[in-house]
């Protein structure tokens, strides 16, 4: 605890270090296993953001900006996100991944989300509730044109 926490019982609010490389990595110094990383690929042409780690508040504006930048410089009808190494799925992840699925629609292109874990599923169905989502449990499925 920092001076300004001693003797309240506070805990610090977690600060993050960003190392500026690909794949887009984020780790916490209070927290040092809470790790969030996007790789970007490709998969039979179609272009793939593949997403590890905790999907929450501190990293969800940092995805979303992957996947803005991903739709806007791709010419493939289809992108896929691929969160099976998703740990964490929280509000502030759904919302982007509400706004993308909104944007792709925008632009003619399908946003798809692959997920397989109860975790993310889970979360993805209350997102279902107010958008509808491509969620397909397979990326071969998922990155088929």
């Known amino acids: 605890m920092g001076p ?3 003797g309240l019982g506070l805990e610090p609010i977690v600060t993050m270090s ?3 490389s ?3 990595f984020v780790r916490s110094r209070t927290r040092p296993n ?23 508040l501190r ?13 806007s410089s791709s010419t493939s009808p289809v992108v896929v ?23 792709a629609r925008l632009q003619h292109t399908s946003l798809r989300i692959v997920a397989n874990t109860a975790t993310v599923c889970r979360s993805l ?3 279902a509730q107010h958008q509808p989502l491509e969620v397909y449990p397979k990326l071969t499925a998922a990155a088929a044109v």
């Open 34 to 56: 809470h790790e969030f990383a996007v790789i970007e690929r490709d998969t039979h042409d179609v272009p793939v953001l593949e997403v590890a780690g905790e999907v929450d």
């Open 125 to 127: 169905k209350v997102a």
């Open 4 to 6: 300004e926490t001693a």
């Open 59 to 71: 990293v969800a504006p940092e995805l979303g900006e992957r996947l803005s930048h991903q739709l």
């Open 81 to 103: 996100l691929d969160l099976q190494a998703v740990t964490f799925l929280g509000v502030a992840g759904l919302s982007v991944l509400i706004t993308a699925h909104r944007r």
């Open 18 to 20: 960003v190392v500026h």
């Open 22 to 24: 690909n794949p887009g």
